[in-house]
């Protein structure tokens, strides 16, 4: 039986060393070697076309492809009958669902078919907000099968971020479940659907809606389809659409320091490149691993690290509906112990909340087939870091702390596993391919020495950069590419060390990580100004044992309002209504007035000081408009 060609996998950290210079040497020829590996309908001119001024990247253009029959199809000879998507519920004691390769191409291929029938078509967007059932993989997968765009949004947004959402990309279907299970509760999914198109969203002709706990749902004749109703008889071989390399496969939202979220787009041919190559080489799979990546597929982890990058590469990737802590705070390393897990990939926040119930969740659990941890998302900190290594990985694991975001597509800095040094706190070098810098803030110069520290950004292409913001490439110009001319901006800082090992300091713009999430405080700003008592509000993040940062919230109320708990209740309800539960403030400060420098702009240095305790040193306020503010500010803390 052949072998299924993979991307090449990288086996020592010397090799890591020849490879990166070559990858940077010859950057055209290093990912066409990787490329190759890839089952292409015709193969491409140019193998890079870009310039960051415009900007315009373009990988393998003029080939064609379809990404999943490179996800599956090719898979099937030599491993058709080897589980493709392992889940794993909400309850213990359900039964798991094992999907082969053979029988994922097989759903995929009905739901693709499916989806035409329903008018779908190459690139139609396609709205999902569903929980972590096996339906929203072979969904997803069936879009991208058709040549539709799937646009999935986290089923934790409101009803009006939704609609957002859905009318920013128009579009045409929504697919959703009819509820969602996680730990003890059923939370209603299809009426948050309703309520959105009742906001109005006139693009979304079907909601297509797939029956998960089998509840109550009120049912709109005019749009709603049902999933095993459409699916039922359909055959199971659908031709996959040919796509170009730099056709949509997806676009994903996501917050920034201004406005409303972005759509960042990905395509279809050097993403794929990327996050196979990425994959296998960060996690360092063999053939037969078990490999689970705990994140939702409603960010880009999922994406990424649940779905393509594992299949691409024929792995088991396990999809888990439940969360970490019901029954109890040892549900994933059961979940471990219970498949053999042999990569795990989880979030920080997740660890600190385990490690808050302390190690005997841990202890009992067989963990012994474990061989890579990894990290994504924030930070993580040495003391999460210290746990994870000795008591999930016993000592003897080695951790992987992958950097990278929505719009890098793949992980960016990371160790691999096994082979690179590794020290707490630092996510470590740079992957092939990915040439990153780091750049004085003031004089906007590059930073060449080490030990150096900077704003982090990327100097040359990879094939899974974001191509533009959807319908919008002038915002992706100006977040990204204007900062540093020349260069990808990624709204971080970083520090280099001696040895050239690269640690995430944090986000340098307006935008805090709650728990792992991305959020901008404008937005958080803007859904708390909704509220008709507020008139002004200045949102920062704070430093947060569990979440890594928390939503600190100071607002000013019109006169007369009394600024008590209820109105504080009111906000938080705003909040939960305008974004959804993820973005409600931590903690709300009432102030007359908010610190100002003379040009009228809110000075959030000195809040962000303040929230986070640091009042000893809030560097000079005397140029402020109101410097009497910052001591209101300072006695009025919560
Ligand atoms: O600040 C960095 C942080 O998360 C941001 C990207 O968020 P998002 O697009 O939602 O993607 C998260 C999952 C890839 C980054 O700008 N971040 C992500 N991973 C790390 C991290 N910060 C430190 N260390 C990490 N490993």
């Avoid at 058709?80 to 291929?109: C, S």
């Avoid at 439940?322 to 390393?333: I, L, N």
Wanted: proline fraction near 5%.
């Amino acid at each position: 039986m052949p072998t299924t060609p993979l991307p090449h996998r990288i086996q020592s950290f010397q090799e890591y060393r020849e490879v990166y210079a070559r990858s940077v040497a010859d950057p055209e020829g290093f990912w066409a070697e990787q490329a190759r590996t890839f089952r292409w309908h015709t193969g491409w001119g140019r193998v890079l076309d870009w310039n960051f001024e415009e900007p315009r990247v373009r990988w393998f253009e003029g080939a064609t492809l379809n990404i999943t029959e490179n996800c599956l199809d090719r898979h099937l000879d030599e491993r058709g009958d080897q589980t493709a998507i392992l889940f794993e519920p909400n309850e213990p004691d359900d039964p798991v669902v094992k999907l082969t390769y053979r029988e994922l191409h097989a759903e995929v291929g009905r739901v693709g078919n499916a989806l035409r029938e329903l008018g779908v078509g190459k690139g139609d967007r396609v709205c999902f907000y569903m929980p972590m059932v096996v339906e929203l993989a072979v969904s997803v997968l069936a879009c991208a099968r058709i040549g539709a765009i799937h646009s999935v949004v986290f089923a934790g947004f409101s009803a009006q971020a939704l609609a957002d959402r859905v009318n920013d990309a128009d579009c045409s279907l929504i697919i959703c479940s009819d509820y969602n299970r996680r730990g003890s509760k059923n939370i209603p999914v299809k009426a948050v659907v309703d309520d959105a198109l009742a906001l109005g969203c006139p693009s979304v002709r079907n909601v297509l809606v797939h029956r998960n706990t089998g509840e109550e749902i009120a049912w709109n004749k005019g749009t709603d389809v049902w999933y095993h109703e459409r699916v039922e008889g359909q055959s199971s071989s659908c031709a996959a659409e040919v796509m170009g390399a730099e056709d949509v496969l997806f676009i994903l939202y996501t917050s920034g320091s201004t406005g409303k979220p972005k759509g960042v787009v990905h395509t279809c041919g050097g993403y794929m490149v990327y996050t196979a190559f990425s994959f296998l080489n960060v996690f360092q799979y063999q053939p037969g691993d078990v490999y689970w990546c705990t994140a939702d597929i409603g960010w880009i982890t999922g994406h990424s690290y649940i779905l393509y990058g594992p299949l691409l590469c024929g792995a088991t990737t396990v999809m888990f509906e439940g969360v970490p802590t019901y029954p109890d705070a040892g549900r994933f390393w059961q979940v471990c112990a219970k498949h053999h897990v042999n990569q795990f990939y989880t979030a920080p926040t997740a660890i600190r909340a385990l490690m808050a119930r302390g190690h005997k969740f841990v202890e009992g659990h067989d963990l012994s087939d474990l061989k890579v941890l990894g990290s994504v998302g924030e930070p993580i900190n040495e003391e999460a870091w210290e746990w994870y290594h000795d008591y999930v990985g016993q000592g003897r694991v080695p951790i992987v702390d992958t950097w990278w975001q929505t719009e890098t597509g793949g992980m960016m800095i990371s160790g691999l596993g096994g082979l690179s040094p590794q020290k707490a706190t630092f996510a470590g070098y740079p992957l092939p391919g990915i040439q990153m810098a780091l750049v004085d803030k003031e004089s906007g110069q590059e930073l060449t020495g080490n030990p150096e520290s900077g704003l982090l950004c990327v100097k040359f292409p990879w094939p899974s950069i974001l191509r533009t913001t959807w319908c919008d490439h002038e915002r992706c110009r100006t977040t990204y590419f204007t900062t540093v001319p020349g260069m990808y901006f990624t709204g971080d800082g970083a520090r280099r060390d001696a040895e050239g090992m690269y640690r995430i300091v944090g986000r340098v713009d307006d935008v805090i990580n709650v728990s792992g999430h991305r959020m901008g405080t404008a937005e958080v700003e803007n859904a708390i100004n909704e509220h008709g008592q507020v008139v002004e509000s200045a949102v920062v993040g704070y430093p947060h044992a569990i979440k890594g940062q928390g939503i600190y919230a100071y607002v000013i109320v019109a006169d007369g309002v009394p600024a008590d708990d209820r109105l504080r209740e009111e906000i938080v309800a705003m909040v939960r209504q305008e974004i959804g539960p993820i973005a409600k403030p931590d903690k709300i400060q009432f102030v007359a007035e908010l610190p100002k420098t003379r040009s009228g702009k809110i000075m959030r240095r000195i809040l962000r000081k303040v929230a986070s305790g640091e009042t000893e040193q809030l560097g000079d306020t005397s140029t402020l408009l109101n410097p009497e503010a910052v001591e209101q500010v300072i006695a009025g803390v919560v």
